[in-house]
C-alpha cells in the first residue's frame, strides 16, 4: 500500500527540484494509458506528502505536445495538458476532483453520485473561487501555451490541499495519522494534437469518475519519518 509520509513544512512553498525535501516521499508511477488515445505515452509520477493542515503532492511529466490556454479556475482543465489528483477522505461520503493544467490553472469538486448526467453528475457540488483560491499551487510552465510545445519537455505541478476544504464537504477528519484513503490519479491532455488518458490504477473504460477503481493509501505514522523532522 502506498504511503503518505509526514512532513514538518509545506513543500509546495519549495523548490520543485528540492530533493532533500522530496527524496523521502514514495512514488507512484502514472502507466494505465486507455487505447482511446494516441500513441503519446508521457512518463508521469507524482509524490505524496502530508502536514498537520493538508496534503501536498509533486507531479512530474516528461512530455511533448504540450498546450495550454485555459488559464481561469473552474474552466475546462482536462482539455490541456492536465494531471489530476482524485481523493476519497471517508466512505460513503463521495470523493473528490481535483484537476491542474501544465500552467497551474484547476478545477475541483465534491461529487457523491458519479453517474453522468447534461449538467456533470447526478449528485455533485462545484469549488467556489474561494474553494479553489485554497489549493496553493506551483506549476514550471507559462500560463498559457499555445501552439503546443512539440519537443520533449519536463514540467512540474506542486499543490497543497488544506484540510479544511475537505472537511467543509465531509466533516471533520481528525488526526490522519493511519488513516487509510482512497485515490486515484491522472494524466490527459484532451484538445491536443497527441490526446491521451492515463492513470495509477487502471480503469475498465474511458471514464476518470470511477471511485470504485481507486486505490487505498495510508497516512503513515509521524514517528517513523525522521528525514522529515518528525517530532
Known sequence: MYAIRFSEVIPVVSDPWDDCLWSGAETLAITHFRPEGSGHRPETILQLLYHD????????????FVRCVRTQDMDDIWKDSCVEFFVQPKPGRGYFNFEFNCGGAMLGSHITDHERTPD?????????LEDCAQVLRKATMPRRIDPEITTPVLWTLQFFIPF???????????????????????KCADETSHPHWASWQPLPEKNFHLPETFGPVVFSDKLVNPQFGTR
Open 164 to 186: 479544511t476544504l475537505l472537511e467543509k464537504y465531509v466533516g471533520p477528519l481528525g488526526s490522519v495519522g493511519d488513516q487509510i484513503w482512497r485515490i486515484n490519479a491522472y
Open 53 to 64: 493542515s493538508g496534503i501536498s503532492g509533486l507531479f512530474r511529466i516528461h512530455d511533448r
Open 120 to 128: 456533470g453528475f447526478r449528485d455533485f457540488e462545484r469549488f467556489t
